[in-house]
């Protein structure tokens, strides 16, 4: 029994041995992220960059192309130590065929109201601007690309898909009220001012009842408001972002 032992207790020390200090402050790093994350779903920070959206991107802001193209998205603030306020992002994706973190940093000017990507580090080692650039635009390509969007079998989304992603986009957004999901009769619907079919839904507990238009193939979401699909996250820059700043 005494032997049983000894060979268990070295077999331990041996798998503690082999746990390299690179992976323990990898773990280390991933729970500071998911802390750091839980604490800062709320900041004003974040939700400013999560919320906006590349000016070729229009209708796709961060959130979704993020949520969509990376693993484990978390979000995180800080102020850098030259004043500086700083969003910051990780992520799970695919480079050169191997599986990496993505951490990616956004410099926020806010009495500008405006941020721009300032750093890219794929398993904390940092990439240059290019490869920053060309990873943004793959992914929200890969929310806008119908291909992508359909999935792997080509096909639209389900109506209880469309619900789905519109409940993620409500949960990521901010409101001056309490909003939530109006129904829908589960059809595709025509509209005028567009030849494409969409699922319909509302937002509810605003002022009045918007509808919001979902397109099964590409993922893209529209406010039909005034007769003609509007891209979703250019009407919420528009009205509701501004209703957020009087509260």
């Known amino acids: 029994m005494k032997k049983l032992?000894?060979?268990?207790?070295?077999?331990?020390?041996?798998?503690?041995?082999a746990c390299s200090s690179s992976v323990v402050d990898s773990i280390g790093k991933d729970v500071e992220d998911t802390?750091?994350?839980?604490?800062?779903?709320n900041d004003k920070y974040?939700?400013?960059v999560r919320n906006g959206y590349p000016s070729s991107h229009p209708s796709v802001s961060y959130e979704q192309a993020f949520t969509t193209f990376f693993g484990s998205p978390q979000w995180k603030h800080f102020k850098a130590e030259d004043g500086r306020e700083v969003v910051e992002f990780t992520g799970d994706c695919t480079y050169q065929d191997a599986p990496v973190k993505a951490r990616i940093q956004f410099v926020v000017n806010e009495q500008q109201g405006t941020f721009e990507t300032a750093y890219l580090a794929f398993n904390e080692v940092p990439q240059n601007k290019l490869i920053l650039a060309a990873l943004i635009e793959k992914a929200f390509?890969?929310?806008?690309?119908?291909?992508s969007a359909a999935g792997n079998n080509g096909q639209p989304i389900s109506y209880s898909e469309a619900k789905g992603l519109f409940q993620a986009w409500l949960d990521a957004h901010t409101f001056p009220v309490v909003v939530e999901v109006g129904g829908s009769d589960q059809k595709l619907h025509k509209v005028s001012g567009s030849d494409r079919e969409y699922y319909m839904f509302q937002i509810r507990g605003m002022t009045r009842l918007h509808d919001v238009l979902v397109e099964p193939n590409?993922?893209?979401m529209f406010i039909y408001?005034?007769?003609?699909?509007?891209?979703i996250e250019e009407w919420y820059q528009?009205?509701?972002?501004?209703q957020n700043k009087k509260k």
Do not use: N, W, Y
Not at 225 to 231: A, I, L, S
Not at 238 to 242: A, D, R, T
């Open 141 to 147: 390509s890969s929310v806008q690309s119908p291909q």
């Open 5 to 17: 032992m000894l060979i268990f207790s070295i077999l331990i020390l041996a798998l503690c041995t």
């Open 46 to 48: 974040v939700q400013m």
């Open 218 to 220: 590409t993922r893209e």
């Open 238 to 242: 528009k009205f509701v972002v501004p």
């Open 35 to 41: 802390i750091a994350h839980s604490q800062s779903a």
């Open 225 to 231: 408001d005034t007769g003609k699909p509007e891209p």
